[in-house]
């Protein structure tokens, strides 16, 4: 945050007809303080801050610059920046949180942005990382715990601790912190808020159809892992056997106007291109990449499509990232992620183009 006391000095003594000998003369400095005050050079001494601001009859926060609800609107404003930054560069939006936190240090949300962005990722984290970052990131979860009011900012200090501990080799009391600061799936969010209402209300129905999606995108997921990370099933039948899962639930999708369906495919063929592109485990080939990625972007298509007459589904698909055309979203930030080997695979026209064919 930008000091501006000086500047205010200069304006309040301006406006009152003082000059700078009668404000030296009744803050008991020199007259050249008051000169470097009002230069910006030197800052008045804490004992002399609240003197001045009787004295000009202002408050401490006015006397200093400090807008409260001007403050905020800017830390929301440079967050948003921030969040718009780390789906484009990530080393820039590190860049950006870091010179955001050395401005803002006391707010939780920016500590919060920060700790996330010192290399310590909230899935399969490196513990190497954790360990030599540990001694800055500990400091900011304990911070956040103690004074911060925020239920989601503090689990997310809670999952960092956790985080911390395992790489310690504290992996039980890691394991402890999860089950009693996270509960279970019953505890969920869209469970209390289904079981908030009658089931013969419209907002039971609401919230039993949308958590029947968040459902089923998450179990997708887990299954495309519990193929993709086993070694044991030779790569041409592992993504053989997703592929054709994945096609019969959009087929079948499709054929029945079920979006129940179609999301399943839809969050498959997302994870196994993700999977693909990543090359981390299993060796990705290129023309199962593009084939994948052109299944994946004709399910977002009708999802997006289906959403504009369901509810429950657009909220979860589309309102959750903030836009109101998903296809659109998506083919964007595929050409935007900056992960290098999807950068590579970026180069090659025939994945380009299938890309592009869906803007």
Request: net charge negative; charged share 30%; with cysteine.
């Given at each position: 945050?930008?000091?501006?006391?000086?500047?205010?000095?200069?304006?309040l003594?301006?406006?009152?007809?003082?000059?700078?000998?009668?404000?030296?003369?009744?803050?008991?400095?020199?007259?050249?303080a008051?000169?470097k005050?009002?230069?910006?050079?030197?800052?008045?001494?804490?004992?002399?801050?609240?003197?001045?601001?009787?004295?000009?009859?202002?408050?401490?926060?006015?006397?200093?610059g400090?807008?409260k609800?001007?403050?905020n609107?800017?830390?929301?404003?440079?967050?948003?920046?921030?969040?718009?930054?780390r789906r484009?560069?990530?080393?820039?939006?590190?860049?950006?949180?870091?010179?955001?936190?050395?401005?803002?240090?006391?707010?939780?949300?920016v500590?919060?942005?920060?700790?996330?962005?010192?290399?310590?990722?909230?899935?399969?984290?490196?513990?190497?990382?954790?360990?030599?970052r540990?001694?800055?990131?500990?400091?900011?979860?304990?911070?956040?715990?103690?004074?911060?009011?925020?239920?989601?900012?503090?689990?997310?200090?809670?999952?960092?601790?956790?985080?911390?501990?395992?790489?310690?080799?504290?992996?039980?009391?890691?394991l402890?912190?999860?089950?009693?600061?996270?509960?279970?799936?019953?505890?969920?969010?869209?469970?209390?808020?289904?079981?908030?209402?009658?089931?013969?209300?419209?907002?039971?129905?609401y919230?039993?159809?949308?958590?029947?999606?968040?459902?089923?995108?998450?179990?997708?997921?887990?299954?495309?892992?519990?193929?993709?990370?086993?070694?044991?099933?030779?790569?041409e039948k592992?993504?053989?056997?997703?592929?054709?899962?994945?096609?019969?639930?959009?087929?079948?999708?499709?054929?029945?106007?079920?979006?129940?369906?179609?999301?399943q495919?839809?969050?498959?063929?997302?994870?196994?291109?993700?999977?693909l592109?990543?090359?981390?485990?299993?060796?990705?080939?290129?023309?199962?990449?593009?084939?994948?990625?052109?299944?994946?972007?004709?399910?977002?298509?009708k999802?997006?499509?289906?959403?504009?007459?369901?509810?429950?589904?657009?909220?979860?698909?589309?309102?959750?990232?903030?836009?109101?055309?998903?296809?659109?979203?998506?083919?964007?930030?595929?050409?935007?992620?900056?992960?290098?080997?999807?950068?590579?695979?970026?180069?090659?026209?025939?994945?380009?183009?299938?890309?592009?064919?869906?803007?």
């Open positions: 945050m930008r000091i501006t006391i000086g500047n205010n000095i200069k304006r003594r301006t406006e009152k007809h003082i000059t700078q000998e009668q404000l030296a003369e009744a803050m008991n400095v020199s007259c050249a008051v000169s005050w009002e230069r910006s050079e030197t800052y008045p001494e804490i004992t002399v801050l609240q003197p001045l601001a009787f004295y000009f009859g202002v408050s401490l926060d006015e006397l200093m400090y807008d609800e001007k403050v609107e800017e830390i929301e404003r440079l967050l948003d920046e921030f969040s718009e930054c484009k560069d990530w080393e820039k939006a590190k860049e950006l949180i870091k010179s955001i936190y050395k401005d803002y240090p006391n707010d939780y949300r500590m919060y942005c920060y700790m996330w962005s010192l290399g310590v990722e909230d899935a399969e984290p490196d513990l190497d990382i954790a360990l030599a540990k001694d800055e990131i500990a400091p900011i979860c304990d911070r956040i715990l103690e004074g911060c009011n925020d239920i989601q900012l503090c689990l997310g200090a809670w999952k960092m601790k956790a985080i911390l501990l395992h790489a310690e080799g504290k992996t039980d009391e890691a402890r912190i999860h089950s009693e600061k996270f509960g279970d799936w019953y505890f969920s969010t869209g469970q209390m808020n289904e079981q908030l209402f009658k089931k013969d209300r419209p907002e039971f129905l919230w039993a159809k949308r958590n029947m999606y968040e459902l089923v995108s998450f179990a997708a997921d887990k299954y495309v892992k519990s193929l993709f990370f086993d070694e044991g099933i030779a790569y592992m993504v053989s056997d997703v592929e054709k899962c994945a096609d019969a639930l959009y087929s079948r999708g499709c054929e029945l106007s079920e979006s129940y369906l179609v999301l495919a839809n969050k498959i063929f997302g994870r196994l291109h993700n999977d592109i990543a090359r981390r485990y299993r060796g990705g080939k290129d023309e199962d990449i593009i084939r994948i990625v052109d299944k994946y972007l004709s399910t977002v298509a999802i997006d499509d289906m959403a504009k007459k369901d509810e429950a589904l657009y909220d979860v698909c589309v309102k959750r990232f903030n836009t109101h055309d998903l296809t659109s979203y998506v083919v964007n930030s595929t050409l935007a992620w900056k992960n290098p080997n999807n950068l590579k695979m970026l180069e090659n026209e025939e994945y380009r183009g299938v890309i592009e064919k869906y803007k």
